[in-house]
């Protein structure tokens, strides 16, 4: 069964020399940093994606016509962010009036194909998004995933929105709860919410045959 989870924290530890080595390279090097993350090349990064190759260009297509929509009601003023996982769109920011945050949310769940939307934009006279800030944190979580053994980077979708971070994925219940913890000791995280689907173990193997399945280290 399909289902959705949030879950909220606030937390900060320091980074390990090994993540923070990573963080660097995506923060010089940011239009690489999937294949920094990966530590793969080309297609490979992609196989790991735990969506359908059509999933992942339904995906892209939802995230353009949403903000086509957004940018249509919203104009010249700030708008906030979309991303979308496996036809889930996930909105982010702030906007001035309920207004605009009702519109968006009906603009963009009359899509073709999205499924639900989870609609966490904050009301607010000014956008106080802090972008590059935003972007640092984003690449440090994906590097402490990447650098945690247990875990596939590939499989988590990460944005990030002024100390924020939203974990979206499909992932069994073991692998939503590591990576809700690790993401609450990096410095800088405020809060974490999960927008995950959760799967068993047995639907993860049926969905990424011949791959085997990321145990849990030993204790």
Same mark, same amino acid.
């Given at each position: 069964?399909?289902?959705?989870? $949030? ?49 992942? =260009? ?20 700030? $708008? ?64 402490? =995933?990447?650098?945690?053994?247990? =875990? ?65 280290? $030993?204790?």
């Amino acid at each position: 069964m399909t289902h959705f989870i $949030a879950a909220t924290r606030v937390s900060s530890s320091r980074l390990k020399p090994s993540v923070v080595a990573v963080v660097l390279l995506v923060s010089l090097l940011s239009g690489c940093a999937p294949l920094i993350l990966g530590g793969m090349v080309g297609g490979s990064l992609v196989a790991a994606d735990r969506r359908t190759g059509g999933a992942q =260009l339904e995906d892209q297509a939802i995230e353009i016509k949403a903000r086509g929509r957004i940018k249509d009601i919203m104009g010249e003023r700030d $708008a906030p962010s979309v991303a979308s996982y496996n036809r889930v769109i996930l909105l982010v920011g702030g906007v001035p009036t309920e207004a605009d945050k009702s519109n968006i949310d009906q603009a963009v769940s009359r899509i073709p194909n999205v499924r639900s939307v989870v609609n966490e934009i904050s009301i607010q006279s000014i956008n106080v998004s802090t972008g590059l800030s935003d972007a640092v944190l984003t690449s440090k979580v994906k590097a402490t =995933l990447f650098d945690a053994k247990d =875990l596939q980077v590939a499989a988590f979708k990460v944005v990030s929105n002024n100390g924020v971070v939203y974990l979206m994925g499909r992932v069994t219940e073991r692998e939503a709860n590591r990576s809700s913890d690790l993401t609450r000791s990096i410095s800088g995280v405020k809060k974490v919410v999960r927008v995950f689907e959760i799967v068993t173990d047995a639907e993860l193997i049926d969905m990424m045959p011949g791959q085997p399945p990321v145990s849990a280290p $030993a204790q």
